[in-house]
């Protein structure tokens, strides 16, 4: 499975971003997808998280309200609507995609793709 993330930038409070996350590679396998985030000395969060068949989201409190992550499984098409940014919003944002085999969570990341929120 590969991810390849788009649409980070440089946006002013208040304003929105859309971000993507193309998927290829054995897609069948993939059970959740989500946007995790990174900001300059602090630990990888998850901001969102969507099933494979997008019935079941989960969002971090300080989204909620403000981002919505959704998918096209016929693109292979991950997106992150982003409304309403803060600048602690700032951060490398991360595609991840997992699956478990044996009980076991197997991993897949993008390589990232930063979104600075100017104050």
């Known amino acids: 499975v590969q991810l390849v993330e788009s649409g980070g930038g440089l946006v002013q409070a208040g304003g929105s971003l859309r971000l993507s996350c193309a998927v290829s590679g054995s897609t069948f396998s993939i059970d959740v997808m989500g946007w995790y985030r990174q900001a300059p000395g602090k630990q990888r969060e998850l901001v969102a998280a969507i099933t494979s068949g997008g019935g079941s989201t989960n969002y971090a409190d300080s989204v909620k309200g403000r981002f919505t992550i959704s998918r096209d499984n016929a693109k292979n098409t991950m997106y992150l609507q982003m409304n309403s940014l803060k600048p602690e919003d700032t951060a490398v944002y991360y595609c991840?995609?997992?699956?478990?085999?044996?009980?076991?969570?197997?991993?897949?990341w993008g390589q990232g793709t930063q979104v600075t929120v100017s104050s």
């Open positions: 991840n995609a997992f699956y478990y085999s044996n009980y076991v969570r197997v991993n897949y």
